[in-house]
């Protein structure tokens, strides 16, 4: 499963995306990894372990930033129209995933 995950990473990135959310624990090291990925893609990434870090009241998540601590960013998510990529580590819930999903859809529509 970990390198299902990893293959499909790497496909997702090809892909004209805005933001990425990685879903999964800070010690995993499939999920840092494709953390990794994101950044060595330049692509704008936000690791969380829980959808309880994603506010979809507030726009605002609570994210650890590859090799550095938890940072609160205000306003993640840009008005408009924007493409967002959602993966996940192989161990996290797939409910996990379902509600981060659906708190994006949430604030996208306010």
């Keep these: 499963a970990t390198q299902e995950r990893q293959d499909?990473?790497?496909s997702l990135v090809d892909e004209p995306l805005d933001l990425l959310v990685v879903i999964g624990g800070y010690n995993s090291s499939n999920t840092t990894h494709l953390q990794e990925i994101a950044?060595?893609?330049g692509?704008?990434?936000f690791h969380i372990?829980?959808?309880d870090r994603l506010d979809s009241t507030a726009n605002t998540i609570e994210h650890k930033p590859?090799?550095?601590a938890l940072t609160t960013e205000a306003d993640f998510l840009p008005a408009g129209p924007v493409t967002v990529g959602i993966t996940s580590g192989a161990s996290?819930?797939?409910r996990a995933v379902e509600e981060v999903i659906e708190k994006l859809m949430r604030l996208s529509e306010s």
């Design 49 to 51: 372990d829980t959808p």
């Design 8 to 10: 499909a990473m790497f």
């Design 39 to 41: 950044v060595s893609r």
């Design 92 to 94: 996290t819930p797939d």
């Design 66 to 68: 590859l090799g550095d």
């Design 43 to 45: 692509i704008r990434s």
